[in-house]
């Protein structure tokens, strides 16, 4: 090229590098090559830059025509870049397309329909039992204090029940409930008589064996007023029994002892087991709240009585369902909670 930078030969130079340009584009075999190529045709050390800074080296009135020509070849380069780089996208979507289809048709996974747990819909039935007759529903803490679990319900310092292998002692103070009893407690120092409460909740033992795990569930009963009766309290439990095990269930009150009732009884049902013999089963126990108690939550045990129970839950169910072992209920396993 002359010394001096000459109009004619830099525009001639300038299409003749679009021209070629248009070919290798052509040529690119994927969106890599046309990128490399973008980069080599229009980058800083492309050919055509260098040509754009040699314009400053032309007359003033010869700049506009060089300009135009540098337009050109560049917006020429830049179209055949981007169609061929659009081409090679379309591919590739179509390539993604084609693999990722999407067979409608297949049948979903299915998502394991849960349920209310065993425990829980018994729970329901015997508290509905009540609440259908004035009961309301109670409840207190399962970490409790010695004073709510054993004194206020009579159980003394030496008595068998505080035993140390019934009864878990936390190191920090207190005991996991060893009954729902304690609710008795609370529900009288919280309300004023006359009262009718049901407080389902966990229960705590260390015993372990077929039909007694270290935790499970009771329903404890409370009913205070004036002149409450032990009939009263034969009323109820009878209502119970026939609503939960069936009209004709025969059942019986037998006298039994509890510190916090006097006089006491255990209910037991007539059973009738696979091998045909007939058996009584105790389902819970129950009593007249002994003054002791009523005195020790502040009430006047001249002028009102009344009456508690206390139930297991899990054994409800057992007998109900025909449920040979406890752990069932707390093993999640969804064949056994499937059943109810
Ligand atoms: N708390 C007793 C237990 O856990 C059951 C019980 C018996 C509760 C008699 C009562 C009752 O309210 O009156 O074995």
């Given at each position: 090229m002359a010394e001096e930078t000459d109009l004619q030969s830099l525009v001639t130079r300038m299409r003749e590098i679009a021209g070629s340009a248009r070919v290798r584009v052509a040529q690119a075999g994927d969106a890599q090559a046309v990128e490399d190529l973008r980069i080599a045709l229009?980058?800083?050390?492309?050919e055509l830059s260098g040509l754009l800074r040699l314009m400053g080296g032309l007359p003033a009135e010869q700049r506009p025509e060089a300009g135009k020509a540098a337009n050109e070849a560049k917006q020429e380069i830049s179209d055949a870049l981007e169609a061929r780089r659009s081409a090679f996208a379309a591919d590739e979507r179509r390539r993604r397309l084609a693999q990722e289809?999407?067979?409608?048709?297949l049948p979903g996974r299915p998502v394991p329909m849960g349920r209310r747990h065993p425990l829980t819909q018994t729970c329901d039935e015997i508290i509905a039992i009540f609440t259908e007759l004035g009961f309301e529903v109670a409840s207190g803490p399962d970490l409790e204090d010695e004073f709510h679990n054993f004194e206020a319900l009579n159980?003394?310092?030496?008595?068998?029940?505080?035993?140390m292998q019934d009864t878990f002692y936390l190191a920090e103070g207190g005991v996991l409930r060893t009954h729902t009893s304690p609710v008795q407690i609370r529900s009288m120092q919280s309300r004023r008589p006359p009262l009718a409460v049901i407080a389902p909740g966990r229960v705590y033992r260390c015993d372990a064996d077929l039909t007694h795990s270290p935790m499970f569930t009771q329903i404890e009963g409370l009913m205070v007023d004036e002149d409450v009766r032990m009939s009263d309290l034969k009323g109820i439990l009878e209502r119970l029994i026939h609503r939960y095990f069936g009209e004709d269930r025969p059942y019986r009150l037998r006298p039994s002892f509890f510190p916090?009732?006097?006089?006491s009884a255990e209910v037991d049902i007539l059973w009738h087991k696979d091998s045909g013999e007939d058996v009584w089963l105790e389902v819970l126990g129950a009593g007249m709240v002994h003054p002791a108690v009523l005195e020790n939550v502040g009430y006047d045990s001249q002028r009102l009585s009344g009456f508690a129970f206390g139930l297991g839950v899990e054994r409800f169910a057992m007998l109900k369902y025909g449920i040979?072992?406890?752990?069932l209920f707390y093993e999640n396993d969804l064949r056994f909670l499937r059943q109810f």
């Open positions: 229009l980058g800083k050390k492309s289809t999407l067979d409608v048709t159980i003394p310092a030496n008595h068998p029940a505080r035993d916090f009732t006097e006089p040979p072992n406890i752990r």
